[in-house]
């Protein structure tokens, strides 16, 4: 069986994570954080799950570009990497995920309170899926 993937999706109050289906085909949102709280349930995690690796989503300006977001998760990877040295760390385009995790919602008839509530485990989700898609093609 292969090692799971982790895929986090990071954000100022709320972080999504998604992980792999045990084969590694497919992407599934697991849970919204708080911010204050993502680190203990990180740790849970990769105590439940084993990843081979962990793709934090990579937050992008339309042009591709970098702005002070994705430098603040480029030293986060640098910190999980430090913190975390028997695991692998990546980052991966996170752009219009959040988007499309509303628009899924809202077409879903999702009330507001509850998208809220998943809307970031659904971005996560979309970020784990487009790396997987991109790795299997």
């Not at 084969?23 to 990769?46: D, K, N, S, T």
């Not at 628009?103 to 979309?126: F, G, N, P, Y």
Request: with cysteine.
């Amino acid at each position: 069986m292969k090692r799971r993937v982790l895929a986090l999706d990071i954000g100022e109050a709320r972080i999504g994570a998604a992980v792999t289906d045990p084969l590694g085909l497919f992407a599934q949102g697991i849970a919204v954080w708080r911010a204050e709280e993502w680190r203990e349930r990180l740790e849970e995690c990769m105590a439940r799950y084993d990843p081979e690796l962990v793709l934090l989503g990579m937050p992008r300006r339309t042009d591709g570009s970098h702005g002070p977001e994705a430098e603040k998760i480029s030293r986060l990877v640098e910190d999980l990497r430090a913190a975390y040295p028997d695991r692998r760390f990546d980052t991966w385009d996170e752009r219009y995920t959040t988007v499309i995790a509303e628009r899924v919602l809202l077409e879903a008839d999702v009330s507001r309170k509850k998208r809220k509530e998943q809307v970031d485990k659904i971005a996560a989700a979309l970020i784990l899926q487009n790396w997987l898609d991109f790795r299997n093609h």
